[in-house]
C-alpha cells in the first residue's frame, strides 16, 4: 500500500520475502538458539566489544532483537543472517 493507503500496482518488494522474527529471552529452546546466533553475529561483526558484555545485552529478560533468517537454513544457528 503506498502512504495514502491504495493498492500499489507497481513491481513487488524483494525485501518482503525475507523472513524474519522477533526473538526474546523467554526460555524456549527455539528462542535460545536463536539467542546464541545473535550473539555470535554480534561477536563477529564487533570484535573490540568485550564477549562477556554481548552475551549480557542478547540475554538479558528485557532485550528484544529481530532476526533475519536465511530460507536456506532450517533450525540450529547458523540460520541468522
Known amino acids: ?3 495514502s ?3 500499489s500496482s ?3 518488494n524483494p525485501y518482503d520475502s525475507i523472513p524474519s522474527c522477533i526473538v ?3 526460555g524456549t529452546p527455539e528462542n535460545m538458539i536463536r539467542l546464541v546466533g545473535l550473539k555470535s553475529l554480534f561477536a563477529k561483526q564487533l570484535p573490540k566489544m568485550p564477549k562477556d558484555y554481548i552475551v549480557r545485552l542478547v540475554f ?3 532485550h528484544t532483537s529481530l532476526a533475519l533468517l ?3 537454513q532450517k533450525g ?3 540460520e541468522i543472517i
Request: without cysteine; aromatic residues 0%.
Open 1 to 3: 500500500k503506498t502512504p
Open 5 to 7: 493507503g491504495s493498492s
Open 10 to 12: 507497481g513491481p513487488p
Open 24 to 26: 526474546v529471552n523467554d
Open 60 to 62: 538479558d529478560k528485557r
Open 70 to 72: 536465511d530460507p536456506t
Open 76 to 78: 540450529g544457528d547458523d
